[in-house]
Structures are given as C-alpha cells and as structure tokens.
C-alpha cells in the first residue's frame, strides 16, 4: 500500500490502496482500491464504484458516496451523502452539516447504535426513525441515517 505524509497540492484521484497522513488542498475522488484518510482533506472526499474510503481524520467539505463503500470515523465539516452505495458514520464521528441518504433501491446507510450495527437499506427518514426508536428502547445515543 502508497502512503504519504506531506502536503498534495490540487486534487487527487485515489485508484489503489492509499494510506494519507498528510493533507490534500483540493478534492479527493476514490475510484478504486482502498484510501485510510488519516490527514485532511481542504475540498470535498468523493467514493465511486469500486472505491472505498475510510475516514478517520478530516474533510472539509462533504464526503459523497457515489456507489462504492465509505466508513466515516473522523470529522466531516460539511454533510455526508449518500447517493448510491454503502455509508457507515461511526458514533464518535463528527459531522456538522448532517448526514443524508438519496431514496432509491441501490444505496445502504449503516449506523452504530449502542454497539450494534444498523442496516437501513429501507431509506433515507425511515432509517433515522428506526434508528431513534431503537436508540430510545436502549436508552443510549443512536445515530440514525437519513
């Protein structure tokens, strides 16, 4: 696996496994392989089909997922959108803007909720209703998607 620690000025398209502790100044599209974002990225993080991007440090922009598979553990200033594909945003991740989910048949969003793994394949508000019903049965925080 590619790692880099220093600065990538512009925007960077990520096509194999990527490991990035450093900072990219614009946007990042993953199209394939595996990126562990421990750095910032400034712009926007974007997940095609056949990418995967696991977020741990930070984006400054929205993160969207486009079809491929993204894991959200850091920070998000903006939202994260799911158009298509399939979306995880941990408990201890912070997102500013909100979380969201396009409705259609193709996309999945997964949340944790007091240690257990949520699939709400059944769309966008519905999911975050459940989410909070079993969050308020269990009596812990949940996070909902949609």
Do not use: W
Request: charged fraction near 15%; charge should be neutral.
């Amino acid at each position: 696996m590619r790692s880099e620690s220093g600065k990538i000025e512009g925007d960077l398209e990520v096509k194999e496994d990527f490991a990035l502790y450093g900072m990219v100044t614009g946007s990042i599209l993953v199209t394939g392989g595996v990126l562990h974002l421990h750095g910032m990225c400034v712009k926007n993080l974007v997940v095609r089909p056949g990418g995967t991007a696991k977020l741990h440090g930070m984006v400054n922009g929205d993160a969207v997922n486009e079809g491929g598979s993204l894991e959200v553990h850091g920070t998000v200033s903006g939202a994260v959108r799911t158009v298509n594909g399939t979306t995880m945003v941990s408990p201890s991740a912070v997102v500013v803007r909100g979380v969201s989910q396009a409705s259609g048949d193709n996309s999945q969003a997964v949340g944790l909720i007091g240690g257990a793994a949520l699939g709400a394949a059944i769309g966008g508000p519905v999911g975050a209703v459940v989410g909070g019903v079993i969050g308020a049965i269990l009596g812990k925080e949940s996070k909902g998607l949609g």
